[in-house]
């Protein structure tokens, strides 16, 4: 599993590359939180795109981004979503709460 | 249902998370002898996941443990899977498989179980408090060759 990130304009993108799954997501949540207070971004685009597999860990991974953007006042958009983690993604409803797409 | 098992594969690790990879990895790798689509591979993947991850998360909070993987190929290209731990053991089942429930804080979302059974055809989860848990699914895979 691998993150890297740009920010430009307080706008902050994201890239995961690998696989997303309980192992990764326990030191990735850190570094997305600490990406965020260095950047202080008011919108994050978290792109999934270089996923090879992703499991329910994605989805709290997903779910505290959206918190921390909350948090900064900010917005969270979840792009390039690969068909496998997008099936988990969509069996959890969790368009209700984030935006895919 | 009693069913024919014309292939197998057991598969035994220790529960660091590290090996959640090399689980959903070898299962896939037997699966392939069903020769399933890359969505088919995806969903076992993912079940395999859920069901490893529980075992390391829930069953064996604070210690290291023994999971046990079995994967059988029935008549049908059926293949099934279970996977066993020694751990903590779920008090209410039921109420476990329900959307949302978790014990597990915020690193957990209670969507384990209800992947499993959307990804897989069938869902049993068999558990005793203090002694462990075993988690079966089934899976038919349809046939990618072409009809002739
Ligand atoms: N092998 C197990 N041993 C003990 N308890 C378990 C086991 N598997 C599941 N549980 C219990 O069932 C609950 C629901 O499991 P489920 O996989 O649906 O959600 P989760 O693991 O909490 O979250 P997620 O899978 O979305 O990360 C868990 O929170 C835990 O309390
Ligand atoms: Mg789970």
């Known amino acids: 599993m691998e993150m890297n990130y740009k920010s430009e304009n307080r706008q902050l993108t994201i890239t995961l590359t690998g696989e997303l799954d309980h192992h990764a997501a326990k030191g990735l949540m850190d570094s997305i939180d600490r990406c965020m207070e260095q950047n202080l971004p008011t919108k994050t685009l978290l792109d999934l795109g270089g996923l090879t597999f992703m499991d329910s860990s994605g989805i709290a991974v997903v779910l505290r981004a959206k918190r921390r953007m909350e948090a900064l006042s900010g917005t969270l958009v979840v792009v390039n979503i690969p068909r496998q983690a997008s099936r988990v993604l969509e069996t959890a409803g969790l368009g209700r709460y984030v935006d895919l797409v | ?148």
């Open chain 2, 1 to 148: 249902m009693k069913m024919k098992c014309t292939n197998y594969i057991t598969l035994e690790f220790l529960s660091h998370s590290a090996n959640e990879g090399f689980a959903r990895g070898a299962v896939a790798c037997f699966a392939a002898q069903l020769d399933p689509t890359l969505e088919e591979l995806g969903d076992i993947k993912t079940a395999v996941s859920e069901a490893v991850t529980n075992a390391i998360v829930h069953a064996y909070p604070d210690r290291l443990g023994k999971i046990l993987i079995k994967a059988r190929i029935l008549e049908g290209n059926i293949l099934e899977l279970s996977v066993r731990d020694w751990g903590r053991g779920i008090a209410d089942v039921e109420k476990a498989r329900q959307p949302l429930f978790s014990t597990g804080g915020e690193e957990r979302s209670g969507m384990g179980f209800t992947i499993m059974e959307s990804f897989m055809d069938r869902l049993a989860v068999r558990s005793q408090e203090g002694k462990g848990t075993r988690v079966t699914m089934r899976r038919r895979i349809q046939s990618r060759r072409p009809v002739q």
